[in-house]
């Protein structure tokens, strides 16, 4: 097997909560990781796909190394039934590693909650006021671009907000 090099990436998800009134919680409690890989051929575009299971699946010019570990965010202390709205900045992101190497994009966000599966933006409900959910996304790699053993990392931006206006019209209170 020809091992061409071993390409570290990683995408960490930063958070941004519009100031609430209460002691609203937003906490990443798992980055968001694409694992230490092997791109052995990377004569077209190659990608890494995380699944809404968690798990992730790759092009088979992919050797993992380490594991691919979805996102995981915790939201507490909200007013129960209040409808949330989640975004994620930039769409898409680019990963940059050091030197003249090619780079890696992320792009195609999703989110998993209570079991159901979102498109970014996405409105989820919180009946209790809490929820965990999870941040899932596409890594895709420049068609042709020469890699070097490197740490590949950006940051993500995953902002929370509430939907005072949806369906349940429950007021967080939100200083705008």
Do not use: H, W
């Not at 051929?41 to 050797?63: E, H, M």
């Not at 009946?127 to 420049?142: C, H, K, M, N, W």
């Amino acid at each position: 097997m020809n091992l061409s090099s071993i390409v570290k990436t990683a995408a960490f998800c930063a958070l941004l909560l519009t100031a609430p009134a209460f002691a609203q919680t937003v906490e990443v409690t798992q980055n968001m990781n694409f694992g230490t890989v092997s791109l052995t051929d990377n004569a077209s575009q190659r990608q890494i796909a995380f699944q809404t299971n968690g798990t992730a699946t790759a092009d088979p010019q992919y050797y993992f190394i380490d594991s691919a570990v979805i996102g995981q965010v915790d939201v507490t202390d909200f007013p129960a039934g209040v409808d949330l709205i989640i975004s994620i900045t930039p769409d898409p992101a680019t990963l940059n590693g050091p030197g003249n190497t090619g780079t890696f994009s992320i792009d195609d966000y999703f989110i998993v909650s209570q079991g159901n599966n979102f498109t970014v933006p996405a409105t989820i409900n919180t009946p209790d006021g809490t929820e965990i959910f999870y941040v899932g996304a596409i890594l895709r790699s420049q068609a042709g671009a020469a890699y070097n053993d490197s740490n590949f990392t950006t940051q993500i931006t995953v902002q929370v907000e509430c939907d005072e206006n949806g369906p349940n019209g429950i007021l967080c209170d939100v200083t705008p």
